[in-house]
């Protein structure tokens, strides 16, 4: 389809780096996004092809940041974004059903990453100071996972060119939640697998070497993950490997199967 104006041309609309999007397997979608001198977010959604005129979600007070949208099909929206201190979430149940009001979903939360399977249930992977935790999402409530994910409480995870990313399985029952910690740790990336409000044991997708290259003592970085119908999830990094006395880094993807452990990397840079 051709590209169309969403939004704007306006002041108000705020830099393109904090726009999101998603798309649901029968072709619904959103785009979500800052707008307004004291920023809010906005979404405008695709529907039979056009985009709908933006509607603000929320109107808490002072600037809104970090907002992430997931859709699902039927129309389900879910939006989650940063105010006051606290990560929020906002539902829109179905395409014929208002946005609802802002929910609390973390304290202290500075993004919550969220993905919805097709039938509208998902997890959001929630960044809150050194912590990186999980809430699921069911209809309209949103569920506190216990615990934190991170492999060290005490290192940072899910900051900056390390977010965590997610994907839920097909039938939302469970999902994969990917990230990188411990920024120069040297740290890593780790992913769990959640089933239900269960966190289960973690795994480091790190290499030791590739290609008879070994691995430098640098981060790995640049996590995320996509998931097909048999429920295996794909995670994708970047690690650092030395090539003749250099560093360089490559590109790599291992998978996850259901209840199982990371199979071999495969190399995607070529």
């Not at 726009?19 to 979608?29: H, K, L």
């Not at 995320?224 to 590109?251: C, E, K």
Request: net charge negative; no cysteine.
């Amino acid at each position: 389809m051709p590209g169309a104006t969403v939004d704007g041309p306006s002041a108000d609309v705020v830099a393109a780096q904090t726009v999101q999007s998603d798309v649901a397997p029968d072709g619904t979608a959103a785009v979500a996004y800052l707008k307004g001198a004291t920023a809010h977010v906005w979404v405008s959604r695709l529907v039979g092809g056009a985009w709908s005129a933006p509607e603000q979600v929320e109107s808490l007070p002072g600037a809104s940041t970090s907002p992430r949208v997931a859709v699902a099909n039927g129309g389900k929206v879910v939006v989650t974004f940063a105010n006051g201190g606290n990560l929020h979430g906002v539902v829109k149940p179905s395409a014929s059903a208002p946005f609802g009001s802002a929910t609390s979903i973390g304290a202290t939360g500075t993004y919550g990453e969220v993905d919805l399977a097709p039938n509208g249930n998902g997890y959001v992977a929630v960044k809150a100071t050194l912590a990186l935790t999980a809430v699921r999402i069911q209809g309209t409530t949103f569920t506190p996972v216990a615990g934190a994910l991170n492999n060290d409480p005490t290192k940072d995870a899910g900051a900056s060119d390390r977010e965590a990313k997610v994907a839920t399985n097909p039938d939302g029952s469970a999902a994969v939640i990917v990230w990188g910690e411990d920024p120069g740790g040297p740290g890593s990336v780790y992913v769990r697998t959640i089933t239900g409000t269960t966190v289960g044991g973690i795994q480091d997708a790190k290499l030791a070497s590739l290609e008879g290259a070994l691995a430098t003592a640098t981060d790995v970085i640049m996590p995320d993950v996509g998931m097909d119908a048999t429920g295996t999830a794909w995670l994708v990094f970047r690690q650092f490997f030395v090539y003749g006395g250099m560093n360089f880094g490559r590109a790599l993807a291992r998978p996850l199967p259901p209840g199982g452990s990371l199979g071999t990397a495969q190399v995607v840079d070529g």
